[in-house]
């Protein structure tokens, strides 16, 4: 399974984004998605998953943040509203697969086994 971030990019205070990830290879195998994101200087922390039928969310980013899927498509889409300079960091999408990360959390790493590059999210005050 191949991964591509891609979306972000600078705002101010207040703007909105659409992060997008593509999906490519076996999809048919993943059963979780989710978003991560990693600002400079600390750890990558969850943002949003589906897992399961049901979707998730760091208290972060909740009630302003929307994650959605187009199946057919093969994509994977994160709404943030109301950004704050705090939302600034690289954002990842990723995937658990197979049976790679089954025993893992949708909101921790060991929840997904595929990854796909960063893409840049900068919030100005």
């Known amino acids: 399974v191949q991964l591509q971030a891609y979306g972000g990019g600078s705002v101010q205070a207040g703007g909105s984004l659409r992060l997008s990830c593509a999906a490519s290879?076996?999809?048919?195998?993943?059963?979780?998605m989710g978003w991560f994101r990693q600002a400079p200087g600390k750890e990558r922390e969850f943002v949003s998953a589906w897992s399961g039928g049901s979707t998730y969310y760091a208290d972060s980013v909740k009630g302003r943040s929307a994650i959605s899927r187009d199946n057919a498509k093969n994509m994977m889409y994160l709404q943030m509203n109301s950004l704050v300079p705090e939302d600034t960091a690289v954002y990842y999408c990723?995937?658990?697969?197979?049976?790679?990360?089954?025993?893992?959390?949708?909101?921790?790493?060991?929840?997904?086994?595929?990854w796909g590059q960063g893409t840049l999210v900068t919030v100005s005050s």
């Open positions: 290879g076996r999809t048919a195998s993943v059963y979780r």
């Open positions: 990723a995937a658990g697969a197979f049976s790679g990360a089954f025993g893992g959390s949708y909101s921790n790493l060991d929840g997904y086994n595929y």
